[in-house]
């Protein structure tokens, strides 16, 4: 898995709630068995008109958004779909790190096994953020992980919170099957004894 | 006596492997259900890694998101979802996993087929790369949805590395009014508690009115748990529960049904366990439900009012509003009952089952579509057809106007060409009304199955229950 140590770029502001996997990448990018390109149809609706053209008021289509590496955005993003293609598309894109108030269940752990950082952080603390990323002159924000700091334009920084495991994980870029098949004689002494007691577990 | 347990402690206990330094912990998967969209990246993994499947019997696949639901044995046009169809065959075949094929009576929605075998059972953990894995809470066992990566770690390991979840309990007591369903019992709780309600939690549901429920009623409930930002709803295993599994392909024989039951009855919580967060609705005050928004949440009583955005308590709900009113064609304060439908959608994981048909063809006997409505049933599974038909259902709403489907996921996802075209407005029985969901700039309004065939046979909204029967 890759690693994520240190992240700097421009910020965009998605200022919604409730952004659910089904903006960020429609049903049409879920047919393939290929994650290569899925960056083209992150927040598909959002970015081009019903002619596939782009919409200029939205801000991955302006300057410099267009390398946005880092997204702010409303509470509760990535609720509803289990769908992997949410972060495949946006590490695609070359965001690999979203600031919210809440993130949804299983699009916060699909976002470490892929090592796209997401830092949670009250609404105050984000709102302030979008409004320095809303102008290209203060959009650039560096993040430095190890430090649990974001560094901004004007030199100043911001820390924030994350629990120790996902930070260990994202910083070593840890292949969890590894680390678990190292565990295979605890998961085997479980099955003998699950299978003693339940063996129509076991078929 | 050790401290009393909730119905989820009790289920997450026994099947931790290992607890980890980093206070997560390694969760032993009793059972894993796979579909064709998100279980190919795992055995492409394993094949470049050479790591091996852990487990063919705790495995069960089916194709079900982006099959056809109209002549399903002239195979996939689509040449992107056929390929994604063929390769789940070749994995399920390369790596000797059980598959319900494409035309096998028993094929179907991969969360009704689940139940249906026998394969969820009461006190499992059980996984899938789908987020309604929560449906099968309703036999209480602790299911969640993963992502595709999460499906290769239990596909070589058998294990989850996971973050305990909190206990949160919804308590529905009273008697839901005849003709609402589980279906507007869950849209009521999550109006009530919000899309990211139950975020970080795992939703127990307590009370008379669940206990009243059949397991079709369950699984709509637990179905729509994600909905409301828990990975996982759970219920008590009771009598009906235990009626509904026995007998079934893959549940405990015979020689086993004593052991099993012995273990389901320890499972319900204890007396006094504690919950980090509680709520409770009652359920004689629950209505016919349907939504008006781009969000789950976005729910009113049919004898409701579309909500006016200058009356929100705040900024960001004022704009969300708005969107949603914007998106969806609608106006502030207009009556629910005034919103015309298009076309109307009965069948998904939360309502294609039996009892679901049953309620949109009571509806539908002896009365005709609308006029300019067109809608369709597409049954969960081979087997809701097979006793859809026996029952002469089919029949009855061919009679009204309906088309009647072949099974799959369907206009739900609109994986497989059911889609709504752009400005469409339907009344829906699925479980997502996210913008574009159900085609890019369709309108979707959720609704329970008697509520959806009412709206189709009258052209709007309206409480099925003034509808004489």
Known sequence: MKNFTTLSGPAAPLNMINVDTDQIIPKQYLSAISRAGLGKGLFHDFRYDMADKEKPDFILNREPYRDAKILLAGDNFGCGSSREHAPWSLDDFGIRCVIAPGFADIFFNNCVKNGVLLIVMDEAKVGELMALADNPQSCQMSIDLDAQSITLADGSSVPFEIESFRKHRLMNGLDDIEITLQKNAEISAFEAKQKAAMPWLYR | MSDPKTLFDKVWESHVVAENDDGTSLLYIDMHLTHEVTSWPGFESMRNSGRRLRRTDALLAVPDHVIPTINQAEGIKDELARVQFETLLKNCADFDVPLIPLLDERQGIVHIIGPEQGATQPGITLVCGDS??????????????????????????????????????????????LGVSGKDMILAIIGAIGTAGGTGHVIEYVGSAIRALSMEGRMTVCNMTIEG????GLIAPDETTFAYVKGRPMAPGEADWDAAMDYWRSLPSDPGAAYDKEISLDANMIAPQVTWGTSP????????????????????????IQQALDYMDLSANQPIEDIKIDRAFIGSCTNGRIEDVRAAAKVAKGRKLAAGVSAMVVPGSGLVKAQAEAEGLDKILLDAGFEWREPGCSMCIAMNGDILSPGERCASTSNRNFKGRQGRDSRTHLVSPAMAAAAAIEGHFVDVRSLAS
């Open chain 2, 132 to 177: 309604h894995t929560a449906t099968h809470g309703a036999f209480g066992c602790l299911a969640f949805g993963i992502g595709s990566s999460e499906v290769e770690h239990v596909l070589s390991t058998q294990t989850l590395v996971q973050k305990r979840p909190k206990n949160m309990r919804v308590a529905i007591d009273g008697e839901l009014p």
């Open chain 2, 297 to 320: 949440e976005d729910v009113a009583p049919i004898d409701g009012r579309v909500p006016d955005p200058a009356a929100a308590s705040d900024e960001k709900q004022r704009d969300a």
């Open chain 2, 229 to 232: 930002g828990a990975r996982a």
